[in-house]
């Protein structure tokens, strides 16, 4: 053996190796941009995912009540007080990436935000995947508070009058934004409340939908009628929706979403324990950390802002269940009716997914994004699907992007007519 040819194996096995490293890395980052529809799946399952939910416990006996009487009695619940604890499992069947596909949904909406990692457009899309623990409070419209329990670490979102805060314990960084319009302060509506999405599936209800009353549960000890929605149409991922709603109070308290094609729910949140008695006031309080980095988040977005809340105090929507073409309240084009809407978005971006040409980097992602999506082609065209359980999405060759929760065929259809 030459001397020192172990030493010279050894550093050229380090250089292959940080060579590699480089290389996964860079990946990651061009991947990113290209996961539009994960990033999309993302933000629904954020929102969806924080609506309580919980195993049924027992059968109690309960009055008789219509679907549209139950369907009344959430509209007319006013529960301005609550407090619990919240467990949401998300199942869309994303790949196993090691650790990459958490990466991938949090680094493809941090374009819109500031780069904290308390700015809750990224935090919050953290529960698109797997099972997580939080806490929930609601003190009028003013106030409200969701936490999500980590391994020895918290992230907080705070709504407080005019003043909400995001607060990561584990990085000590804070996220701060302020809301006012005429000098009064801006009636948020916390996307952790149950009412709130309760409320916008049930405005989704039309001739497309069925929904029905099948029996009753217990939910966190609460007795609770159990409400049926399921798609009239075919072509859909959705197979059905189950929300359970406290017989006292009308409050929502159980979501499930399981999709078309059988299988474990898609989603499954829930509280654990509920009060609605007052919390208290010191719940809503904050003061940023000694040390913590504060990063200020009014001047990323005026009309919406990188907390979660719209200009008007509801929650940011998600591209979903349209009524006919044209813009949506989030701003995207939609195509079709009911449940086969399907959101167009247009990236400007001519020649699809990376092709891998002029660099060895490049045709390892190119080879890396087709093993996450399927290659169709059509009158548009060519392009690539990526699938879920849930929210499927077609990017095409000329830059724009077909989401919705349909199957493959009906975004190629739609790509072919647009």
Avoid: C
Wanted: hydrophobic share 35%; no cysteine; proline share 5%.
């Amino acid at each position: 053996m030459a001397p020192y040819e172990s030493d010279d194996s050894t550093g050229a096995a380090q250089a292959d190796d940080e060579l590699r490293a480089e290389l996964r890395a860079e990946r990651r980052r061009k991947a990113a941009r290209y996961v539009v529809p994960v990033a999309v799946v993302g933000v629904a399952a954020a929102t969806i995912g924080l609506v309580p939910a919980l195993a049924d416990s027992g059968d109690p006996d309960l009055p008789k009540i219509t679907a549209q009487e139950l369907i009344d009695k959430i509209a007319k619940s006013d529960v301005q007080q609550l407090s619990g604890t919240v467990k949401i499992s998300t199942d869309l069947g994303l790949p196993d990436l090691g650790g990459l596909e958490s990466g991938l949904l949090s680094g493809a909406t941090q374009g819109g935000g500031d780069g904290s990692s308390a700015d809750p457009t990224s935090k919050l899309t953290e529960l698109a995947s797997g099972t997580h623990t939080l806490r929930v409070a609601a003190d009028g419209p003013e106030k409200q508070k969701v936490s999500v329990l980590e391994s020895g670490a918290e992230y907080s979102l705070i709504h407080n009058g005019t003043d909400v805060w995001g607060y990561d314990s584990k990085s000590n960084e804070v996220y701060h934004s302020t809301a006012a319009d005429s000098g009064k302060a801006e009636q948020h509506e916390t996307p952790a409340t149950p009412k709130d999405f309760a409320d916008e599936v049930l405005k989704s209800v039309d001739d497309t939908t069925s929904v029905t009353v099948d029996g009753t549960a217990q939910v966190a000890g609460r007795d609770a009628y159990r409400l049926v929605i399921k798609p009239k149409q075919s072509g859909t991922t959705v197979g059905a929706i189950s929300i359970a709603v406290d017989a006292r109070t009308g409050t929502p308290l159980k979501f499930t979403l399981t999709p078309s094609s059988g299988g474990a729910a898609v989603i499954d949140a829930g509280y654990t324990q509920v009060s609605f008695a007052k919390p208290a006031a010191s719940t809503f309080d904050f003061t940023p950390p000694k040390g913590a980095k504060v990063t200020e988040g009014d001047k990323a977005g005026k009309d919406t802002g990188t907390d979660g809340w719209d200009k008007g105090g509801k929650a940011s929507e998600t591209p979903g269940h349209g009524s006919a073409k044209g813009l949506d309240k989030s701003g995207f084009d939609v195509l079709g009716k009911g449940w086969n809407s399907i959101a167009v978005l247009d990236t400007g971006s001519k020649g699809g997914l990376p092709t891998g040409s002029g660099s060895a980097a490049g045709g390892d992602l190119s080879g890396f994004l087709g093993s996450l999506g399927d290659p169709v082609s059509g009158k548009f065209g060519k392009g690539t699907v990526f699938s879920t359980r849930l929210i499927n999405a077609l990017i095409t060759d000329d830059g724009k992007v077909y989401v919705g929760a349909v199957d493959k065929a009906a975004l190629v259809k739609a790509a072919d007519a647009g």
